[in-house]
């Protein structure tokens, strides 16, 4: 073999195409690679880029550097196809984030909203959790145990009166008063309770105990007020414990309102920063700010569904989620459609090499059987002249083995063969993968149909299993660098042959008398 030829056979050896399992890419959990689709690489990049990526030159570009035209070439890609994707991939997670952060303000706090509905209903639940650790805590524990409990009880009837019927309080609730103060009634206990009622007879354990209830009460409503200041009308986070004043926040309200509020804001910093039409933001998801504040529904309005329809905040979650399966979809068509055109020339290119590797092989066995019709009667003369016998079956045997071109073809042509094959098995099983993924992203409306083409192709790419620009000029010249060492070794053999002195490389010499004779001695009977 010719350090040319040998030269030629692992190049072509070097170039093929693994199968992959179509079902790999498709898993639930799919994360796309920074190697595929959406990734500045050579085989997404520089396959779909809008931008030339071959060195042009002529009178006008005497210089072109390669490397710079390549680079160039991914750029362009970066700008026309990657970035409109990664602007809806943006809106898409900021959607999602809003939807989230939606969710968490309206049923954050215990199923409530973390926000101030009703500010007297508000602060009247926080006076009842502060009352309600007063009468069942410590303060209540120090009260002289031999009325502790009367006391208890009429502070929270008084409590009870004062928050939902303080109209009561103007009235004494013993219509008998005057029996009671005498002990003239025959209800020693309510006797008592007339003596403990501030609007009857005041009783001065009891009024401390309620003075210090009271005061409580409007502690845990300042500081209530004192969290919602700074949150501007939003709830901290807290450990919701059941005492006001045990209760730890986990996050200040500031935070809070903060946090959401850059969300909320974020669809309308996207649309004032937008400087090209791929920047532009979906107007569903641009009107957020706008329909909280005109929906007579007010926030929650986002939340809730009218008229049959989705949710707004669902409807802008489906709108951008739909936005990025476009832009995804146009990426992967950019890159499917160069591939495909590359695969369309690195395959015209094998089976080029595998055609011309066919003809070669031909032309060798034509070759010997022209050779064997010159060889034979040669043969046949000398035995005459020589009073030997041939035999038939011999002859025949010899003949129709072709077994000289059989030997050039499987040390010279088979391996480059086999290869150009597998290529061609490869490059076709290729083609048919783009094309299923073409119509995957293309002849569904389903998202998630579209989903899994995407993430097939990303495998495809990402472990590099499409041919790119480079291969495919590659197979190229390697097309004309095998026809042209199969020609050198069509015309070496055919000259080997023919007029080698040898008789084992120059079977076919008929001008060297030794060879009639050495096969005529071969055929004899």
């Known amino acids: 073999m010719t350090p040319y030829l040998r030269h030629v056979q692992i190049a072509l050896l070097g170039i093929s195409l693994s199968a992959v399992p179509f079902a790999a890419a498709a898993q639930n959990n799919y994360q796309f690679k920074n190697e595929g689709i959406f990734g500045c690489n050579q085989t997404a990049g520089a396959n779909a880029s809008a931008g030339t990526l071959a060195a042009i030159g002529g009178v ?263 936005g990025v399966i476009g832009a995804a979809v146009n990426a992967a068509l950019s890159i499917l459609n160069a591939s495909r055109e590359i695969e369309g020339r690195y395959l015209a290119s094998m089976e080029a090499i595998a055609a011309n590797l066919t003809q070669a092989i031909n032309q060798l066995r034509n070759m010997e059987r022209a050779c064997w019709e010159l060889v034979v009667p040669r043969a046949q003369n000398y035995a005459t002249q020589s009073g030997l016998t041939l035999d038939p079956n011999k002859i025949n045997t010899s003949t129709s083995s072709l077994a000289f071109s059989q030997q050039v073809i499987d040390s010279q042509i088979a391996p480059l063969a086999n290869a150009a094959l597998t290529n061609v098995q490869n490059s076709r099983r290729a083609l048919g993968l783009i094309d299923q993924l073409i119509a995957g992203v293309t002849n569904t409306a389903s998202q998630n149909a579209q989903r899994i083409a995407l993430q097939q192709l990303d495998t495809l790419v990402a472990e590099r299993e499409l041919h790119t620009r480079f291969d495919a000029e590659n197979a190229l010249k390697q097309r004309d660098d095998v026809a042209s060492a199969m020609q050198t070794l069509i015309q070496d053999t055919a000259q080997a042959w023919g007029d080698s002195p040898s008789p084992s490389t120059g079977w076919c010499n008929i001008n060297n008398a030794d060879i009639p004779r050495l096969w005529a001695e071969r055929w004899k009977i």
Not at 192 to 203: D, E, G, K, L, S
């Open 60 to 322: 006008y570009v005497p210089v072109n550097d390669a490397a710079v035209t390549l680079n160039t070439g991914i750029l362009v890609y970066k700008e026309c196809v990657l970035r409109p994707l990664q602007d809806r991939l943006r809106e898409s997670a900021m959607s999602a984030l809003l939807k989230r952060a939606s969710v968490a303000i309206e049923t954050g706090r215990e199923g409530n909203k973390r926000y101030v509905v009703d500010p007297e209903a508000e602060l009247l639940a926080v006076r009842d959790r502060s009352r309600l650790t007063t009468l069942t805590g410590d303060t209540a524990q120090g009260l002289t145990p031999i009325f502790r409990d009367n006391i208890v009880r009429w502070s929270a009837a008084t409590y009870q009166q004062e928050t939902r019927a303080p109209e009561s309080l103007l009235k004494c609730p013993y219509d008998d008063i005057n029996a009671r103060i005498q002990n003239q009634s025959d209800d020693p206990i309510g006797s008592i309770f007339a003596m403990t009622n501030p609007v009857c007879i005041p009783h001065l354990a009891a009024l401390y105990f309620e003075d210090l209830a009271d005061a409580r009460d409007a502690q845990a409503v300042e500081n209530q007020k004192m969290v919602w200041d700074w949150g501007r009308g939003f709830y901290a986070l807290t450990d919701n414990a059941q005492d006001p004043f045990q209760e730890k926040i986990l996050t200040p309200s500031s935070v809070v309102q903060e946090s959401f509020q850059q969300i909320l804001g974020s669809s309308v910093r996207q649309l004032e920063s937008a400087d090209d039409i791929g920047e532009m933001i979906s107007a569903l998801y641009a009107g957020v700010t706008t329909q909280i504040i005109s929906d007579n529904r007010g926030f929650s309005g986002i939340m809730q569904s009218r008229g049959g329809q989705p949710a707004y905040i669902d409807q802008v979650a489906r709108d951008s989620s739909q």
